[in-house]
């Protein structure tokens, strides 16, 4: 449920309308599961729907108009912006894919650890005025990004202790940043209740995330309509049968079956 709440979501501030939506929905996923050669070409005719899709809606937005964040960016593009015709695809992507995927395991895994803490769970459900406490407490324990992207060295420095020199590749691990404990106290520890809470989930910088409010809401209405519906939602596999989806980059967990409780 919470992929589906998640997917709708960031589908329909891409202009993915119903039942456009469920097919934006699954272009995303296949673009998720990229685990080997198979995955790859599942990827591949994915991103050629995608691309067909988002090009007709860009069409029909230069032609008539409309509301939605693609109608705005062909605004700007008619208004003399910057931007070719196939970085408004890449844009898109970018939005429909990072805005779908990491919020839904940022759901997943928090709604793994309240079922796994009870006590958790009841804290949280006692007030849910603390839902926005507990998403930036999960945000930085799961770090469902674990890496930036690739950066290159623009000239000799030394970080760290390390040496590196012009045009060395380097990555920021922002799960490892998320638990050093110069940053916060005894960050091995779920606390929802920590403050301060200096993690980097969503960046920092130029390269801070676009949708950070968005993910933030997504996340506490999720949890709250979850467990008010279903208060004593329970996992219906046994622990250690709950497994990792294997992404490099991403902490997922590949299924969540859950069960209502008594």
């Known amino acids: ?25 699954v272009w995303a996923n296949t673009v998720a599961r990229l685990t080997g050669p198979v995955g ?48 408004m695809v890449s844009m898109l992507f970018l939005l429909l894919g ?46 469902a990004v674990q890496v930036t992207k690739p950066r290159f060295v623009r000239e000799g420095t030394e970080l760290g202790g390390v040496r590196l020199k012009k045009g060395d590749k380097i990555m920021a691990m922002l799960a490892a940043a998320n638990m050093d404990p110069q940053a ?6 779920l606390d929802l209740e920590r403050r301060p809470n200096r993690h980097i989930s969503f960046g920092t910088g130029i390269h801070f995330c676009l949708g950070h409010q968005l993910a933030r809401i997504e996340g506490m209405c999720a949890l709250q309509a979850l ?18 989806r294997k992404r490099p980059g991403l902490r997922s967990i590949e299924k969540l079956p859950v069960v209502e409780g008594r």
């Open 227 to 244: 467990f008010t519906r279903w208060p004593r939602l329970r996992l219906a596999v046994a622990p250690d049968q709950i497994r990792l």
């Open 98 to 143: 990072a805005g779908s995927e990491t919020t839904t395991h940022l759901i997943s895994g928090s709604v793994y650890e309240l079922i796994r803490n009870p006590a958790l769970r009841d804290w949280l459900e006692e007030d849910w005025s603390r839902a926005g406490l507990a998403i930036e407490e999960f945000l930085r324990f799961l770090s």
């Open 184 to 189: 916060n106290e005894h960050p091995e520890r």
């Open 40 to 87: 790859v070409l599942r990827m591949i005719r994915g991103l050629w729907w995608m691309k067909r899709y988002l090009e007709e809606r860009l069409r029909l937005a230069r032609e008539h108009g409309g509301e939605g964040l693609i109608a705005d960016l062909v605004r700007v593009e008619m208004e003399g912006g910057r931007i070719s015709a196939d970085e």
């Open 1 to 25: 449920m919470p992929e589906y709440c998640r997917s709708r979501s960031s589908a329909s501030c891409s202009a993915c309308r119903r039942p456009t939506g469920r097919k934006c929905i």
